[in-house]
């Protein structure tokens, strides 16, 4: 059993940065893939960024590329994502997902993903 926990939200202004954080418990954890995704209200879950096992791979959602960085920590169990010129419309609650997907586009879905944390409110003011 894997256990998600984000951390690292908050309140930011337009333009700033923040760091989130998450911490992964359990078994075999550094095999798994790890990702971010997003839900603001009223819409769906989006994808923002991804990473492989070892780290040697990484995804990124067009909207953030170039702002956002995933990385996973030294001994694997946790991973960051940095967020830079953060954009009012890109408040929203942000998961973090742990897995094993096959592909480039499971990687990207929703559904590559098996285990996820309960969030982290991140609100950009404008």
């Known amino acids: 059993q894997i256990q998600v926990e984000e951390s690292g939200g908050g309140m930011v202004q337009g333009g700033g940065s923040l760091r989130l954080s998450c911490a992964a418990t359990?078994?075999?954890?550094?095999?798994?893939?790890m990702a971010w995704f997003r839900q603001a209200p009223g819409k769906e879950r989006e994808f923002v960024a991804a990473?492989?096992?070892?780290?040697?791979?990484?995804y990124y959602g067009d909207s953030v590329k170039g702002r956002f960085t995933i990385s996973r920590g030294d001994a694997r169990n946790t991973v960051y994502l940095q967020m830079a010129s953060l954009k009012s419309e890109e408040t929203a609650v942000y998961y973090c997902?742990?897995?094993?997907?096959?592909?480039?586009?499971?990687?990207?879905?929703?559904?590559?993903?098996?285990?996820w944390g309960q969030g982290t409110q991140v609100t950009v003011s404008s």
């Open positions: 997902a742990a897995g094993r997907p096959w592909s480039e586009s499971d990687y990207r879905t929703s559904q590559g993903y098996n285990y």
């Open positions: 990473i492989s096992w070892n780290g040697e791979n990484t």
């Open positions: 359990g078994r075999s954890f550094s095999a798994y893939a």
